[in-house]
């Protein structure tokens, strides 16, 4: 069993920063990638970046490349995730999740196990 959750969501301008964190628990986490995805109202779930925990690299998604950055914290066992240049785009409840990283970079729901309870983002224009 992998436990997450999530902190750091709330409210932003266009153009602003926000941080996000996942503090991670469980037995072997540390054989799993830790992704972040995103769900916006009426859509679904999409991948947005993750990160393998032994390894610390990292595959993300052509939509928040080069705006966001996720990075481990091996003291805390946590997985931060930075977000600057806001977009009203980005607006979503934001999710991490804990799933096997095998031939090719896990980049859907289906490929991971555990999830977080969400934190809402909202990036006002």
């Known amino acids: 069993q992998v436990q997450l959750v999530e902190s750091g969501g709330g409210l932003v301008q266009a153009g602003g920063s926000l941080s996000l964190s996942c503090a991670i628990s469980?037995?072997?986490?540390?054989?799993?990638?830790i992704g972040w995805f995103r769900q916006a109202p009426g859509k679904e779930r999409e991948f947005v970046v993750v990160?393998?925990?032994?390894?610390?690299?990292?595959y993300y998604a052509d939509s928040v490349k080069g705006r966001f950055t996720i990075s481990t914290d091996s003291a805390r066992n946590s997985v931060n995730l930075q977000m600057n240049s806001l977009k009203p785009e980005d607006t979503a409840v934001y999710y991490c999740?804990?799933?096997?990283?095998?031939?090719?970079?896990?980049?859907?729901?289906?490929?991971?196990?555990?999830w977080g309870q969400g934190t809402q983002v909202t990036v006002s224009s």
């Open positions: 469980g037995r072997a986490f540390s054989s799993y990638g």
């Open positions: 990160v393998s925990w032994r390894t610390g690299n990292t």
């Open positions: 999740a804990a799933g096997r990283i095998g031939s090719s970079w896990p980049a859907q729901v289906a490929q991971y196990d555990y």
